[in-house]
């Protein structure tokens, strides 16, 4: 049986690269680069040259790069930082978007309890927000605007240079959570008018637990673990210098390849994507051309997100899917309730998310398996049964 990953939007195998980077620092120069001594100073030229890296990819200073925990850290700390500036002026106006990760929603949401307003921006059928719809909600008292770059569950790419451009003439921050979008787009924080950015490396074959805040300089930030001066004081905790080698490794690498990749890996979605759509009753979730690479996230009637995924793994297929079990509650995903999903039709999605690796023999594969498991699972089902035989009525055509 084939073993397919098709989950690489939760996270990815590591590339060699990215290993072979890593392991010196494990074995050899395994210093504190807070140490003065010879292997101390090893493992912080290390770190410069990291910082260097990631730096010159994104179009920035060294001295704009911090480094966290991961993607989640650092959008906690952007927008933490961004409110408590606005605070000090009385501007406690933040503007987001419902589909956003919940590392920024729970860390809005905290804000809220705190007195700030938060404005979440509806999403657009298509999975789109318009540079117009943050013009509009931008007033006197805004002091964030925090906005994805792509979202890990449709896939769609948000018009960033745009919004940027409307946050710089308004002279709001702009935060984007970057985390799909790194070393899978082409990202210039300068040329796209980006003031923070949050990146994780796993999501582009390095390691876990190794993230980048980009804050412009001049941007004050906020510590959110107090400690040691590493960061520039922003930041406490020895560094993961094997995680911050790996990182920039593995972003080198993606970003080299980024035009290539994309070819490759939109090709092979498309052919998915045509495919799964032949399935009757089924529908695709986000922006058809405005998609990331790798992205397919489709929604089937009479189908259960989880007992598909199950059936899926048997027959040797990783993949994902919007209704949140994991989390305890029944609820469906958040983003596809707000690109105007019912409940009942966000519980049967599926997401397969492909990365370079994937070959067309798995496309094939997975177009033979998984239209055989949703006709199975539809036929065990009494409420598909009532559809069939008109006493429900279908709500996709
Ligand atoms: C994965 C992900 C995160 C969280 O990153 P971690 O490094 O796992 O903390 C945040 N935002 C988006 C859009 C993601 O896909």
Known sequence: MMQIYADNAA????SRTAIDAMLPYMETFYGNPSSLHTVGQQAAEALAKARETVASLLGCEAREIYFTSGGSEADNQAIISAARIGAKKGKKHIISTAFEHHAVLHTLEKLRKEGFDIELL????????SAQQVADAIREDTCLVTIMY?????????PIPEIGAVCKEKGVLFHTDAV???GHLHINVKEQNIDMLSLSAHKFHGPKGSGVLYARKGIPLTNIIEGGAQERGKRAGTENIPGIVGMAAAMKEACEHIDEDTKKVSALRDKLIAGLSKIPH???NGDPVNRLPGNVNMCFEGVEGESLLLLLDRDGICAS???ACTSGSLDPSHVLLSIGRPHEIAHGSLRLSLCSWNTEEEIDYMLEAIPKVIEYLRSISPLWRDKVENRKEFILK
Request: no cysteine; charged share 10%; aromatic share 0%.
């Open 180 to 182: 799909q979008a790194a």
């Open 122 to 129: 509806d999403v657009h059928a298509n999975g789109m927000i």
């Open 150 to 158: 792509a979202n890990n569950e449709i896939g769609s790419i948000l």
């Open 11 to 14: 996270t990815t195998k590591m």
């Open 282 to 284: 089924s529908i695709l």
């Open 321 to 323: 899917s919007g209704s």
